[in-house]
């Protein structure tokens, strides 16, 4: 098969990259074995890339490690900080093909992608503004002694991203690694391997050295497997399903305790009080559950609403969510496209089966949208109960549940009735409120009268088992440095 194909999407016609991306160059893997690409608007494949298998992630390992020992060493803070400067300019010059290749690959609606893509370049440019802006301390231990230390690269890093937001989780794993002088091999999602391998054209005209950035298209239990248990591999970042980190941590465990960074799942509480502002706490709680198609690790997935306006709210709600536009990702009103995958369509369709089985009652939606194309229609659950697998478990779909509450003591023992801790958030006009519950929610980030604000410069991770460690801000370069403490005996005297 080819190394690279043209593709026509309904916005672009572009050239894609379908090597997997080592030492600069495309290539075949050695098991020469390929895999289809899918698009969720038509369940059709429309092209195919090489696989990577354990070989090939022997291969990106040795060429990380080759450049992290050899070349990528000798590249100044400030040279790699241009670089990845460099990176995030050419993304925004290829903004409207990389949109249409999220699009295409994974359904988003192009404007979200372009949103994606902006956010993505963003990423990659404030940590190139990180690169010179690592180092360790000065520490006055004695006046005998100079004691110092060094914030130094961990190695070669093994990333593993999620499909829900291809580039945008590639931006996240590779800025702050590479920042910090690091090598990577980064594995995309089997369902969405297209756009990280764009970026490996505009890595090598970034200037990279080869071996610095790999980009490896494969399975889980094959490429990723391998990447977790790899004894060359000093560290592991995984996005993905609680279930599958658990995998990561073992296998990392049982090699050679590469450092682990998680970043999982959610069943996010989304509350809203008597004072809210109505129409504001709708639109935030509309976006907080439908935005990527519910296909957010943060999702605000379970809506509690105060006894007093409950009634208001629902009825409102239900209209907001029927006005949300579900069809093709390239339609220039699209709000929500198809889900990313047959399986994950299934698996959020058994959802509402067991909900409906359970005796919740189906207030809008609850069914496909119509004939082809993984699309479901915008879901609101209500009369739930906390055994329900719907209000338990993330479905990871446009599906959420409705409860009301009567005081802030009972939300925020709702809301913190779940394994899970990776968001929250909270509608009142109340400041006293919002900080008072934000201090009790067990959970990494809490908006206030908003939702899915997440920055760059903001760390972003989860409680309990939504994970461990910080992705973005300056937190994440903790990841991705060892620190190295030097104590110097300044003056003559013996042990
Ligand atoms: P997943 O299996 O956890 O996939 C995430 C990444 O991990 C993919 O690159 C995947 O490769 C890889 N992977 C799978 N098995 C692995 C293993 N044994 N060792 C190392 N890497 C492995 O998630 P999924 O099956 O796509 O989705 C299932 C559920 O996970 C969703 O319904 C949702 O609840 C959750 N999820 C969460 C996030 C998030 O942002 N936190 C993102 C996606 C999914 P493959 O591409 O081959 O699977
Ligand atoms: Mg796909």
């Known amino acids: 098969m080819a190394l690279s194909q043209k593709i026509q999407t309904p916005s672009c016609t572009y050239e894609q990259p379908l090597g997997l991306f080592i030492n600069n160059e495309f290539v075949k893997g050695v098991d020469g074995k390929?895999?289809?690409?899918?698009?969720?608007?038509?369940?059709?494949?429309?092209?195919?890339?090489?696989?990577?298998?354990?070989?090939?992630?022997?291969?990106?390992?040795?060429?990380?490690?080759?450049a992290l020992e050899g070349e990528w060493k000798t590249v100044t803070p400030t040279a790699r900080g241009r670089m990845l400067v460099r990176l995030a300019d050419l993304m925004e010059q290829h903004c409207d093909t990389l949109a249409a290749i999220e699009a295409l690959d994974n359904g988003k609606s192009l404007s979200m992608a372009k949103a994606d893509v902006a956010n993505s370049?963003?990423?990659?440019?404030?940590?190139?503004?990180?690169?010179?802006?690592?180092?360790?301390?000065?520490i006055d231990t004695d006046h005998e002694t100079l004691t110092y230390t060094r914030h130094e690269p961990v190695g070669v890093c093994g990333q593993i991203i999620p499909w829900n937001f291809p580039l945008l989780m590639w931006a996240w794993?590779?800025?702050?690694?590479v920042a910090a002088g690091n090598a990577v091999l980064i594995k995309s999602a089997e369902q969405t391997p297209l756009s990280a391998l764009y970026m490996g054209n505009l890595v090598k005209a970034a200037g990279f050295p080869a071996g610095v950035i790999n980009v490896l298209s494969g399975f889980g239990r094959?490429?990723?497997?391998?990447?977790?248990?790899?004894?060359?591999?000093?560290?592991?970042?995984?996005?993905?399903?609680?279930?599958?980190?658990?995998?990561?941590?073992?296998?990392?465990?049982?090699s050679n305790l590469k450092k682990v960074?998680?970043?999982?799942?959610?069943?996010?509480?989304?509350?809203?009080?008597?004072?809210?502002?109505?129409?504001?706490?709708?639109?935030?709680?509309?976006?907080?559950?439908?935005?990527?198609?519910?296909?957010?690790?943060?999702?605000?997935?379970r809506i509690l609403v105060q006894e007093g306006i409950y009634d208001r709210f629902l009825q409102r709600f239900k209209e907001r969510a029927q006005q949300n536009k579900v069809g093709d990702p390239f339609h220039p009103d699209t709000f929500q496209g198809p889900q990313v995958s047959q399986l994950q369509f299934d698996r959020i369709m058994s959802y509402i089966d067991q909900g409906k089985k359970d005796g919740a009652t189906v207030e809008v939606g609850g069914e496909r949208h119509g004939t082809e194309g993984y699309y479901i229609?915008?879901?609101?659950?209500?009369?739930?109960?906390?055994?329900?697998?719907?209000?338990?478990?993330?479905?990871?779909?446009?599906?959420?549940?409705?409860?009301?509450f009567k005081t802030?003591?009972?939300?925020?023992?709702?809301?913190?009735?779940?394994?899970?801790?990776?968001?929250?958030?909270?509608?009142t006009k109340d400041l006293n409120t919002s900080i008072r519950v934000s201090n009790e929610l067990k959970a990494g980030t809490v908006w206030v009268n908003s939702y899915n604000m997440i920055s760059y410069q903001a760390p972003f991770?989860?409680?309990?088992?939504?994970?461990?460690?910080?992705?973005?801000?300056?937190?994440?370069?903790?990841?991705?440095?060892?620190?190295?403490?030097?104590?110097i005996r300044l003056g003559d005297a013996m042990f």
């Open 377 to 404: 229609q915008p879901t609101i659950f209500s009369n739930v109960n906390d055994e329900m697998s719907i209000v338990k478990e993330e479905i990871f779909g446009p599906v959420c549940s409705i409860q009301k």
């Open 121 to 138: 370049a963003n990423c990659i440019r404030y940590y190139g503004g990180w690169a010179d802006k690592i180092h360790g301390k000065v």
């Open 34 to 66: 390929t895999f289809e690409v899918i698009n969720p608007h038509n369940e059709k494949v429309f092209v195919s890339v090489h696989e990577a298998t354990e070989q090939d992630v022997d291969r990106a390992v040795a060429a990380a490690r080759k």
């Open 173 to 177: 794993k590779v800025g702050p690694a």
């Open 261 to 301: 960074t998680l970043e999982l799942g959610g069943k996010s509480p989304n509350i809203v009080f008597n004072d809210a502002d109505i129409d504001n706490a709708i639109s935030w709680v509309n976006f907080g559950i439908y935005f990527n198609h519910g296909q957010c690790c943060c999702a605000g997935s």
């Open 408 to 427: 802030e003591e009972e939300a925020i023992k709702i809301a913190n009735g779940t394994n899970y801790g990776l968001a929250a958030a909270i509608h």
């Open 222 to 254: 094959v490429a990723g497997a391998a990447i977790s248990s790899h004894m060359g591999i000093d560290k592991v970042a995984f996005t993905g399903s609680t279930a599958v980190g658990r995998q990561v941590l073992q296998a990392a465990a049982k």
């Open 461 to 487: 991770g989860g409680f309990k088992e939504s994970g461990m460690g910080r992705e973005l801000g300056e937190y994440a370069l903790n990841n991705y440095t060892e620190i190295k403490t030097v104590r």
